[in-house]
């Protein structure tokens, strides 16, 4: 591998950073330095704080604390039109191109220096120029919108490198790659190191970490757990850090599921609205009394599994039999009907209406069933009995049940969703309870009281599919994990005595053996 | 003999009639180009009418006439600008109020001049040296006024802009991402404004074209829709300004037959057709038949907020 | 987030209702406002022009009738509105389904044989359904395709107009019009009554009342309109529910565009008693009737109120003419007004300006800074 000759100063350090949103320290004191010539991983998961920290190194979010250096420089970022300007190039997750224009036009918007007549004509030249060097084939008259992500993101680093960028930061690079993708931007990267270009290489795969980083920065809860170089690094110690193994919460007692099976899944595969894959052959059960959670990080499939048992997807192979009776392409409706609980993972907007009362987002489901309406009109007395008791019940603190829902804390919606969600409909009493998420941006008071609400509908006899990225709070309430990774199950472990580290390691897409899908 | 006569004056009157459809097109395009609709065009439209003729009758020279109308054009482009892309209303009612306004405030202002014939109308023009082409010499390049070849060449010279310049890659992107635009360093705010100011001085013109050239005098409502008509084009053109010369064209000979034919065939049929033909477009082009270049500006009618700091 | 001095403009979280009512209030004072120049400009007392006008429009029984009869249409198209811009639906084409229904309802009385009152009943229903089957292609083509209703709606405005058109130069011509493009006079079984002495023809009033109750109690006491709050709210939120949303979108705007016919049914059966010019029929009734829907907020109680403020606008056309000799555009110019000011209030709702605590200032930055860009 080529070596940089050493530079005097790194091309950018973060100098003790930080940035508070009201109610969350998203970045806390963070110091980060990358030199020429070097791949600087930030590996952590989400929420940890990665996005804002970029987001502080290239402009678009002023530091509440702290200062950036670029090429020893201290400066002041006030839009990423300055890091720009100081060859700083950022290739986000969701790439910034207009997909209408060709691929040259892209890079030619906002380029300093280009003629006005025919903007893009000895730019292509560059293009290809510089795609040979780097290996980073680009069609300049190819159209946007008939490149694949991984094409698109080769124009984003192309458009970077038009600008003179020494230092290109890659936010979650291969989330929309596929593994030959995947390689083919390794190769771009390292041939940038080899010209003395610094990448931070922004990522929750341990794989990919080990396989092209130099160094490597793990942040949890915005701030840096430590530094290690590749050498002192493997993907067990590297998972244990990412996700903390500080706080050990204790498990919540619970009796052995009972024999009856709530919901069996065999090979169900689904396709999201795009035609993509995004459901690959999954298969488990779930028992009456058991709380199975799902692990995996964002985007590998989860939410698919949860639309799916919900009827709002519906699945292209395979069969999921619901206590017994098979869902087929049951509606949004029917899942209800037949006891399906669905507390979905956006809470504001789809969870509760904000602009109607808390006792109309209470009724959200009920309105159309008797004593809630009956031939189309609504019986305001039964919908607000009904309200008085959920309100009760589930101690959602509210001024009235004409406010609306939107000035209630995010806890006392979720409280409110909860009691809706898990109150008898006309097919009787909740079956299955389909959590995504259930205890997000939640504080710890209304955590715990909706694990609680979790944790009593199993004891009543519900099954339990908890979706989570909290690894404590699935180990805390689940009988069994399932890990999920680009759309398939990698494994189903035991919460009880389980390895943490492995379960990190599926998640990144590693099987148990160790070796990386 | 009878039917190459019948096809020359067809053509020459369709083009005429074409022509203000085609300057208020072109406005419009440049707009929507850049991610603003506005439904004001009849307004702006009938603003320029009426103010081209007032200053022309006043100062007795139509070119002023065209000045002034493409000012106040551009002045009510302003204020849709700063209602929908400042104060980020709703852009299709503040365009609906600018129609209602401008029909309003020209009937007002011309009352003074209804039945006046204009003192010193524009000229129509022949080009000379192929006025003896056979059908075409007679068709297109004898007495049509100065504005119906601006407006041609007009056409060409925005496509090119549009398409092979710096400033047209820019003012597509406005419309299409605007916050890749932004982030580039780009201000979308002042090219949405710039296009928007730009419709409303084409859209005056083609005001003007009406009263200074077309039939020089001022009648109530004498833009009798046509602004609707520069909207139906510039879906149907699919926002390209040379097609909007095609489609001007068309939709402007299916107004002109239908006073032409209308001993045989009911007029309002055709008159009716430009607005029917749109609504295909729009479905042709939800059913992905009018390929992915066909469509709309992806950021059109959304106003433009920048991420909250 | 603009700063000025120490305040900064922020959003408000949720505008009180007599904020609203107020801004709402100011809107129309500023339209007001800005005609009174106007007429200043034009060589007349402002404040004698209004005293002018007041007189003649709410001073006498007459003139206050002539308002009323203006508000008709507003308020049975403004009422369709509010129901359809619930259910985000922005109908541009309120104007064509207002002809739709004339067209309908002057269809039956010109060519059903049958007696009062059925023959009224049946122009009504008529008159209805015409103004529904305007308002479902464009329906149909934003549930299954996507395609924007605004400029669908809009388009369609002119294919009406130019349907009316062909009717009246055409196959509905009368015979006893002596080459006026119009139809034959109605039979006297398909007159509407009339207030003695006035134009005013009440049972279409009575209707429009009628609906706005029956669409508050759609909105407040049914199923439908349960669903139709939601999904005008949170699309997201209405398909967890299991809301059908293409179907109830369609559902809602067939009612709001019959309630447009039905004004077409009144303007022909209260009015006219024949088929018109377009532009006699519907003097833009459908696009105020946007403003109306527009400033009530989505309430259709508020409905009342706001189409008897712009019937009341619209009746100043021909008092302007008369007392100020001004050409009844006026009636344009303040309408539109009215509108870019509500418009331009907006932010006024959205925004408040808030005193910066020292707290809020950013701390300094504690290296020394170097000023990025060029």
């Known amino acids: 591998m080529l070596e940089a000759p050493p530079a005097p100063f790194p091309l950018l350090s973060a100098h003790a950073l930080s940035k508070r949103f009201p109610g969350v320290v998203a970045v806390d004191n963070v110091s980060l330095e990358l030199r020429a010539g070097e791949v600087h991983a930030l590996l952590g998961e989400n929420g940890a704080g990665k996005t804002t920290l970029i987001s502080m190194l290239y402009g678009l979010v002023p530091p509440d604390e702290g200062y950036v250096s670029l090429f020893g420089e201290p400066v002041r970022l006030r839009a990423p039109k300055d890091a720009i300007a100081r060859g700083v190039g950022l290739v986000a997750q969701h790439f910034m191109l207009v997909s209408r224009h060709t691929v040259a036009e892209n890079i030619a918007l906002g380029l300093p220096g280009t003629p006005f007549f025919r903007p893009t004509r000895r730019l292509k030249r560059r293009i290809l120029e510089l795609g040979k060097r780097y290996g980073l084939n680009v069609d300049p008259n190819a159209y946007v919108y008939e490149l694949s992500a991984g094409e698109q993101q080769r124009v984003e680093i192309m458009k970077a490198l038009v600008r003179n960028a020494k230092i290109l930061i890659l936010d979650e690079p291969t989330g929309v790659l596929t593994p030959q993708e995947a390689d083919g931007l390794f190769e771009v990267v390292r041939r940038m190191k080899g010209e003395g270009h610094g990448v931070i290489f922004i990522t929750h795969k341990l794989g990919e970490v080990l396989d092209v980083a130099d160094r490597i920065t793990v942040l949890r809860k915005g701030a840096v757990v430590g530094t290690l170089p590749r050498e002192g690094a493997d993907a067990t110690t590297l998972a244990r850090m990412m996700i903390g193994r500080d706080v050990v919460l204790s498990r919540v007692a619970s009796a052995p599921p009972r024999p009856g099976l709530v919901l069996e899944l065999s090979g169900v595969s689904a396709r999201n609205d795009r035609g993509v894959v995004v459901l690959k052959d999954i298969s488990f059960r779930l028992r009456e009394g058991e709380i199975l959670g799902v692990a995996g990080v964002a985007g590998n499939g989860q939410l698919e599994l949860a639309e799916v048992l919900t009827g709002h997807r519906h699945v292209t192979a395979g069969s999921v039999s619901l206590a017994g009776r098979e869902l087929g392409r049951a509606s949004i409706r029917e899942t209800f009907e037949r006891g399906v609980a669905h507390i979905p993972e956006e809470r504001n907007g789809v969870g509760v209406v904000p602009g109607l009362s808390v006792g109309e987002n209470l009724a959200l489901r009920h309105y159309r069933y008797p004593p809630f309406s009956r031939g189309g009109l609504l019986n305001a007395a039964a919908t607000q009995r009904f309200a008085e008791a959920s309100v009760r019940e589930y101690g959602v603190s509210t001024p009235s049940l004409q406010t609306r829902t939107g000035r209630l804390s995010g806890g006392n919606i979720q409280k409110l969703v909860l009691a809706r969600e898990l109150s008898e409909r006309p097919g009787g009493a909740v079956k299955l309870v389909v959590a995504a998420h259930p205890t997000y941006g939640l504080d710890i008071g209304a955590t715990e009281q909706t694990h609680r609400m979790l944790v009593g509908e199993r004891d009543r006899g519900a099954g339990v599919l908890l979706i989570s990225e909290d690894l404590e709070e699935l180990f805390r309430l689940s009988h069994r994990i399932i890990v999920m990774f680009g759309g398939k199950v990698m494994g189903i472990v035991e919460a009880e005595g389980a390895d943490r580290g492995l379960v990190g390691l599926m998640m990144a897409g590693g099987t148990p053996k160790g070796t990386y899908a | ?309 | 987030m603009l700063k000025l001095g120490g305040w900064r403009l922020e959003p408000r979280p949720e505008p009180s209702r007599a904020l609203v009512f107020a801004v709402s209030v100011g809107a129309v004072l500023a339209a007001l406002f800005v005609t009174g120049l106007i007429f200043w400009a034009y060589g007349h007392n402002p404040v004698t022009a209004y005293r002018d006008i007041f007189v003649s429009t709410l001073g006498n029984f007459r003139g206050f009738a002539e308002v009323l009869r203006k508000t008709i249409p507003l308020l049975l198209a403004g009422v369709g509105l509010v129901l359809a811009f619930h259910a985000q639906f922005w109908n541009i084409g309120a104007e064509g389904q207002i002809l739709a229904g004339a067209v309908a309802a002057s269809g039956v009385a010109l060519f059903v044989p049958v007696g009062a009152p059925w023959l009224l009943i049946l122009m009504f229903a008529a008159g209805f359904l015409g103004g529904a089957v305007w308002g479902l292609l464009p329906a149909l083509l934003k549930v299954r395709l996507g395609v924007s209703e605004i400029i669908t709606t809009l388009m369609l405005n002119y294919v009406a107009l130019y349907g009316v058109q062909y009717l009246i130069y055409g196959p509905w011509k009368g015979l006893s019009t002596r080459g006026m493009p119009i139809s034959d006079t109605f039979v006297p079984a398909a007159w509407l009554p009339t207030l003695t002495g006035t134009r005013l023809h009440w049972p279409t009033l009575l209707l429009g009342v009628l609906l706005a109750g029956a669409v508050l109690f759609l909105l407040t006491k049914t199923t439908l309109g349960f669903e139709t709050r939601v999904l005008g709210q949170s699309p997201k939120a209405a398909r967890y529910a299991g809301i059908n949303l293409g179907r109830t979108t369609a559902l809602l705007v067939l009612v709001a565009a019959g309630a447009a016919g039905l004004a077409g049914v009144g303007e022909v059966a209260g009015l006219h008693h024949r088929l018109v010019e377009p532009a006699q029929l519907s003097l833009g009734y459908g696009y105020t009737a946007i403003i109306v829907a527009l400033l009530a907020r989505g309430n259709p109680l508020a409905v009342v109120l706001t189409a008897l403020l712009l019937g009341w606008v619209s009746a100043t056309g021909d008092v302007v003419r008369v007392t100020l000799r001004l050409p009844a555009e006026i009636t344009g110019v303040i309408s539109g007004l009215i509108l870019l000011f509500l418009l331009a209030s907006e932010p006024l709702l959205r925004y408040r300006w808030r005193r910066v605590g020292r707290e809020a200032i950013p701390v300094p930055v504690t290296a020394p800074v170097q000023e990025g860009g060029r």
């Open chain 2, 1 to 309: 003999m009878e039917l190459e006569s019948w096809l020359v004056s067809t053509v020459a009157r369709s083009l005429a009639f074409s022509t203000p459809l085609l300057w208020a097109a072109l406005g419009e395009i440049y707009a929507e180009r850049s991610g603003v609709v506005n439904l004001g065009v009849e307004g702006m439209m009938i603003l320029g009418a009426i103010a081209g003729f007032m200053a022309a009758q006043t100062t007795g020279s139509p070119l002023l006439g065209i000045v002034a109308a493409a000012s106040v054009g551009g002045l009510a482009g302003l204020l849709h600008a700063f209602i929908a892309i400042t104060l980020r209303a709703d852009q299709y009612v503040s365009g609906l109020a600018l129609t209602i306004l401008g029909l309003g405030l020209a009937g007002l202002v011309g009352r003074a001049y209804v039945g006046v014939p204009l003192s010193n109308p524009m000229q129509a023009v022949t080009v000379p040296g192929v006025t003896s082409l056979p059908v075409v010499g007679p068709a297109l390049f004898t007495g049509q006024h100065l504005l119906t070849y601006a407006g041609l060449i007009v056409a060409v010279l925005l496509s090119v802009l549009l398409f092979t310049t710096r400033l047209g890659v820019v003012i597509r992107s406005a419309g299409e991402s605007p916050a890749a635009t932004d982030a580039l360093g780009i201000n979308v705010i002042k090219v949405r404004y710039l296009c928007v100011v730009f419709g409303g001085v084409m859209a005056g013109i083609a005001g003007a074209y009406l009263s200074l050239a077309y039939r020089p005098s001022w009648t109530e409502g004498m833009t009798a829709g046509m602004g609707w008509i520069a909207l139906a084009i510039v879906i149907f053109a699919a926002w390209r300004p040379v097609r909007a010369i095609f489609a001007a064209f068309i939709f402007g000979a299916c107004f002109h037959l239908a006073f032409r034919l209308q001993e045989v065939f009911p007029p309002e049929f055709l008159q009716m057709l430009p607005y029917l033909v749109t609504i295909l477009s729009l479905t042709l082009i939800a059913l992905g038949r009018g390929g992915r270049q066909a469509g709309a500006p992806a950021a059109l009618g959304v106003p433009y907020t920048r991420g909250e700091r």
